[in-house]
Nanobody, 118 residues
Framework: QVQLVESGGGLVQPGGSLRLSCAASGSIFDINYMSWYRQAPGNRREWVAT???????AYADAVKGRFTISRDNAKNTAYLQMNSLKPEDTAVYYC????????????WGQGTQVTVSS
């Protein structure tokens, strides 16, 4: 089994920065993808960014140029560096890990709150 622990959320002013962490632990044999999603009150959960095992990266249009996803394979940890934060970035941010070779599965973190406000 894979467990995900997220951290790094908090309250920041518009234009500020935060770095989120997602640490995976448990019976980990391989990680195919690590992704970040977010969900604001009243909104559907939306995809934010993904990083592959070969460190290829993809971002949602709303965060391109401002957010950077990275990973430390030795620590099985993904990060989301968020710069130039806007109030509309306020949401609960969730980490998702896709793990498995023959039968890959998705594992979700518990979420961490990010609030961008003056």
């Amino acid at each position: 089994q894979v467990q995900l622990v997220e951290s790094g959320g908090g309250l920041v002013q518009p234009g500020g920065s935060l770095r989120l962490s997602c640490a995976a632990s448990g019976s980990i044999f391989d990680i195919n993808y690590m992704s970040w999603y977010r969900q604001a009150p009243g909104n559907r959960r939306e995809w934010v960014a993904t990083i592959t095992s070969s460190s290829s990266r993809a971002y949602a249009d709303a965060v391109k140029g401002r957010f950077t996803i990275s990973r430390d394979n030795a620590k099985n940890t993904a990060y989301l560096q968020m710069n130039s934060l806007k109030p509309e970035d306020t949401a609960v941010y969730y980490c998702k890990v896709n793990s498995g070779i023959a039968s890959p599965k998705d594992y979700w973190g518990q979420g961490t709150q990010v609030t961008v406000s003056s």
